[in-house]
C-alpha cells in the first residue's frame, strides 16, 4: 500500500511490484490517478485523509492485485514491463544518457575532484 507520492512509486516500481493507493494530498493524487488510468499498475482504496477504510475494502484490494484474477495477472504482468522499462533507462549508454543524469555524474566528478 503507497500514499503515492513519487520516490514510493519509483521503488514499487523498479521492484516490478504494482500498487495498493492510497493517495492522501499534493501530486499523490494525480499521480495515483495516472498509475491506474494510464500505466494500469495500481487500484485505490481511497483518496484523502477524511474518508472510512474498511478491512473488507483494503482485503478486496489486496487480493485483487495478488490473487489469480485476470485484471491481477495483467496489473503485475504491466508493473514488470515498467520494471524493465526503469532498468532499460538506469543502464550505462554512453552518451545516450539523459541530462539528468550527465548532470548528476559532472557534480559527483567535480566534488571527488574537489576533495583530492
Not at 22 to 28: G, I, K, Y
Not at 72 to 84: C, H, P, T
Amino acid at each position: 500500500m503507497s500514499h503515492c507520492g513519487w520516490n514510493s512509486v519509483l521503488e514499487s516500481l523498479k521492484n516490478g511490484m504494482p500498487l495498493i493507493g492510497w493517495p492522501v494530498a499534493a501530486e499523490q493524487l494525480y499521480n495515483a490517478k495516472t498509475l491506474v488510468e494510464e500505466v494500469g499498475v495500481c487500484v485505490g482504496v481511497a483518496r484523502g485523509t477524511n474518508v472510512e477504510v474498511r478491512e473488507e475494502n483494503i482485503t478486496e484490494k489486496i487480493e485483487k492485485v495478488m490473487g489469480e484474477s485476470e485484471e491481477g495477472r495483467r496489473m503485475r504482468r504491466r508493473a514488470g514491463e515498467v520494471k524493465e522499462m526503469i532498468e532499460e533507462a538506469m543502464r550505462d549508454e554512453g552518451d545516450s544518457k539523459g541530462s539528468s543524469v550527465k548532470a548528476m555524474h559532472q557534480f559527483f566528478a567535480a566534488a571527488k575532484s574537489s576533495c583530492l
